[in-house]
């Protein structure tokens, strides 16, 4: 698949990009080759190959829906500029 300049300018357009009508052809030869890559990935047999992630056939295994604290208030408050004992500190807002 080969792009001209009007389908060049139509996708900058839609990507809502700027592109000078100088930067065309070299957008052009660009975008050419990232297709050509494409069409190469696309010619390889992958026949029997498991995916790596994702779209497999196995599920995630699901966990209970337990409500909790999540057991790590210090790792929370380490990086907290100011405590009060467990909670986050921050300057009183009166107006």
């Known amino acids: 698949m080969s792009l001209d ?9 839609l ?6 009508e100088d930067e ?3 957008l052009q030869s660009e975008l050419n ?5 494409i069409e190469q990935l696309q ?3 992958t ?8 779209g497999g056939t196995q599920a995630l295994r699901m966990r209970a829906d337990e409500v909790t604290d999540g057991g790590i208030q210090d790792k929370v ?8 004992g467990a909670f986050f500190a921050v300057p009183k807002v009166v107006e």
């Open 24 to 26: 065309l052809p070299r």
């Open 47 to 54: 026949d029997g190959v498991e995916p790596m992630a994702g």
């Open 77 to 84: 408050l380490a990086n907290a500029p100011d405590r009060a």
């Open 15 to 20: 990507a809502r990009i700027r592109v000078e």
């Open 33 to 37: 080759g990232i297709l050509g890559w």
């Open 43 to 45: 010619a390889v047999n």
């Open 5 to 13: 300049t009007a389908t060049v300018r139509r996708v900058a357009s």
